[in-house]
């Protein structure tokens, strides 16, 4: 007995040991141990093939779609002509693939910054658009004609099924390759919430603008058939004094319309749109927040407009993370979250998604909006009215993995792990939501973190003992 015991004690800590290497587990959350091999990540090169200019004659290249108005009726086609002459900004469309009856007549504009000057850029709105129905539509008109498809949104409702998929922080490099990939082998994901930073052309010398074109080559695969819902980061601003170029987001406002003025936005960073159950605000990290600014009385007047009963999930975008544990980005969201964050608590906010980090965390739903200058509560705690806040920057741009994390991991930090991946939030009804985290080393149908959303706006949680939040 006198060995015995000492020996199962022994086996005990061992594999103690063992399952610690697993996960390392702190006074917080998870940490994944989940080690991605170490590798620079570099851009494709510019002679790729998913940089590949479409054949034709002045061919639409770079073509996107977003959603075009609040309640998702209308459709934004957007694309590129390089050649000296705009082309036809029209788009033919129909449900028929074989008959294209309908038309929209749009218009194109064009930048120059610093010694690149941009093709015709088309932007052109599709309206009055049957909800939950396949439409085809063709650009092109006279030249080169090139078709594509999308499929409209449900009627907004309650209990409306919808599956978004999340990217964030994407570029152009061989990883953000096989981020796209992995999205698009997803056969559930219908639209996109994009948290923001792009293209990253402005890594390059002069920032590059070719760069931003190359970028709406590669990712055409899937923005010409899903719409994008576009959140302004960062790598968005290109602001560069120094060349004379001072008019921020110059690229990215020329390029990805918005339909802003639909959620009585006054500019295109921040705005609004509905998509089946969910109420989808898209905030500015880099615009004014500030009291009286704006983005401040927009916010305030919209969150007062949101019905949860039409629409119960309540999701917010925004680049730059309010709550993130890694040793990247530390706290630059904090002053956005001193001025908003009372607003999202006492709203129940469902879930925020912000990217900007370039790694992947979810946190518990905690709040830090006791503070007042006398008191010394400056603390994040436990809160049910508290969104998760998801960090999904972790797309795989040129400037690689945020891998060092502060230590140990803080109380509000439920997972982390440092590899590239895209995340799927999938609304069943009003009540429940699944969320998948899918990190690129695995296949689609692998969650490396997942969680149910119960959702805390319809849902009496006293009547829910087993539910988690
Ligand atoms: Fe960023």
């Known amino acids: 007995m006198g060995r015995w015991w000492p020996s199962r004690l022994l086996l005990g800590l061992l594999c103690a040991v063992v399952s610690a290497g697993l996960v390392g587990r702190t006074d917080g959350g998870v940490t994944s141990s989940f080690v991605r091999k170490p590798a620079k990540a ?87 658009l049957k909800h939950d129905t396949k439409y085809y539509y063709a650009v092109g008109i006279g030249h080169t004609i090139r078709k594509f498809w999308f499929t409209t949104p449900p009627e907004v409702g309650p209990d409306v099924p919808y599956t978004f998929g999340l990217i964030g922080d994407l570029g152009q490099s061989h990883d953000s390759n096989v981020t796209l990939t992995h999205y698009e082998s997803n056969p559930k994901a219908q639209t996109v919430l994009f948290v923001g930073d792009l293209s990253y052309a402005d890594k390059y010398p002069n920032h590059d603008n070719v760069r931003w074109d190359t970028w709406g080559r590669f990712v055409e695969r899937s923005t010409a058939y899903h719409p994008w819902i576009w959140t302004a980061g960062n790598h968005e601003i290109d602001f560069a004094p120094e060349i004379g170029e001072t008019v921020p987001f110059k690229p990215f406002s020329h ?78 969201g904090e002053s956005m979250r001193v001025m908003f964050e009372p607003w999202f608590v006492k709203n129940k906010v469902d879930v925020v998604f912000a990217g900007h980090v370039h790694a992947y965390e979810r946190s518990h739903r905690v709040s830090n909006i006791a503070y007042d200058i ?16 998801i960090t999904i920057g972790d797309g795989g741009n040129v400037e690689g993995l945020a891998n060092n994390m502060t230590e140990p991991q803080p109380n509000y930090s439920a997972f982390r792990e440092s590899s590239f991946g895209h995340a799927i939030f999938e609304i069943k009804n009003r009540t429940h939501a699944y969320y998948t985290w899918h990190r690129n080393q695995d296949g689609n149908a692998v969650a490396a973190d997942s969680m149910w959303f119960y959702n805390r706006s319809v849902r009496d949680l006293s009547e829910c003992s087993s539910c988690s939040i």
Not at 283 to 295: E, F, H, M, R
Not at 374 to 389: F, H, L, R, T, W
């Open 374 to 389: 006398a008191n010394g509560k400056c603390k994040p705690v436990p809160d049910e009215s508290a969104p998760v806040y």
């Open 255 to 332: 390029r990805y319309h918005v339909p802003y003025r639909s959620s009585g936005s006054t500019a295109p960073f921040w705005y609004s749109v509905k998509r089946a159950s969910a109420y989808i605000i898209v905030l500015a990290s880099y615009s004014a927040y500030d009291k009286y600014t704006p983005q401040y009385q927009w916010l305030e007047a919209e969150l007062a407009k949101v019905n949860r009963s039409e629409t119960p999930w309540l999701i917010v975008l925004m680049h730059s993370p309010w709550y993130n544990s890694y040793n990247y980005h530390y706290m630059e």
């Open 42 to 128: 570099v851009d494709m090169p510019i002679d790729s093939d998913v940089f590949r200019v479409p054949p034709g004659y002045n061919a639409p290249q770079q073509v996107h779609i977003t959603q075009g108005n609040h309640d998702g009726s209308a459709m934004i086609i957007s694309w590129v002509t390089e050649e000296e002459e705009p082309g036809s900004s029209k788009v033919l469309y129909g449900t028929d693939r074989d008959q294209l009856d309908l038309n929209s007549e749009g218009k194109y504009t064009r930048y120059k910054f610093y010694n690149y000057t941009s093709g015709y850029i088309h932007h052109c709105t599709l309206r009055h």
